[in-house]
């Protein structure tokens, strides 16, 4: 069955430094997802990604995140300046349609 | 804010027996609804969905009900495993929007041997 996969599996950066997390979505999906889970606490929508362009995004996802769809493939979530409060999992999701989302196994990101 | 929310953050069972597993939603928008399983170390996992034009839905051993007149929703997993351990997240979204889903609290299932 196909996956969705992420690259790294987990990340360790200084604070201020920038990340690029990478996802590879099933490859017939066509919207693609980023979410968050902070230790112990619910999965929290970050971004959605659909014809080559930011669909929605929360409060969350300010100016120091961007996505990237770099070619047919890859799909990727660059943190510009790390906090030390960006420190949790982040899963890639993709779709082919509206739902539901498939995740990947996420990259657990760790800011010191 | 709108939100979705778990009635019960822990859930311990017999193995062998059905597990309940309830959630409540808030928001009226709300059209199509998502069970995840979510295993330590890996990703949520689609378990069933429901759409809000139907109240029951059934899959392989599990259960989703659709209470809309109360803003409820539960899963039930029948004669529980313990591969059935894991956290459980219901979620929420419009069907018709391609939008985000929402993911309540989570509850965690533990099997008792």
């Known amino acids: 069955e196909p996956e969705v996969t992420q690259t790294p599996s987990h990340q360790v950066t200084q604070m201020g430094q920038e990340v690029i997390l990478r996802c590879v979505p099933i490859?017939?999906?066509?919207?693609f997802y980023w979410y968050r889970q902070i230790l112990g606490q619910k999965v929290e929508f970050l971004v959605s990604f659909y014809n080559n362009e930011i669909s929605e995004k929360s409060e969350i996802f300010d100016d120091q995140f961007s996505v990237e769809r770099p070619d047919g493939s890859n799909f990727t979530l660059k943190i510009r300046s790390t906090k030390l409060e960006d420190s949790a999992m982040y899963f890639c999701?993709?779709?082919?349609?509206?739902?539901?989302?498939?995740f990947g196994n996420g990259t657990r990101l760790t800011v010191t | 804010g709108e939100s979705v929310g778990l009635h019960l953050p822990t859930l311990s069972v017999q193995e062998g027996d059905n597990s309940i597993i309830n959630c409540a939603y808030s928001?009226?928008?709300?059209?199509?609804f998502i069970w995840y399983k979510q295993e330590s170390g890996k990703g949520p996992q689609f378990i069933i969905d429901i759409r809000s034009n139907m109240d029951k839905r059934q899959g392989q051993r599990v259960t989703v009900l659709l209470n809309k007149t109360v803003k409820h929703l539960s899963l039930q997993i029948a004669a529980t495993q313990p591969g059935d351990s894991a956290v459980y997240f219901c979620?929420?979204?419009?069907?018709?929007?391609?939008?985000?889903?929402?993911f309540g609290s989570g509850t965690r299932l533990s099997i008792r041997p």
């Open positions: 928001n009226s928008a709300s059209d199509y």
């Open positions: 999701a993709s779709s082919p349609n509206n739902s539901p989302l498939h």
């Open positions: 490859s017939n999906h066509l919207y």
């Open positions: 979620a929420e979204t419009a069907y018709s929007s391609a939008s985000k889903i929402i």
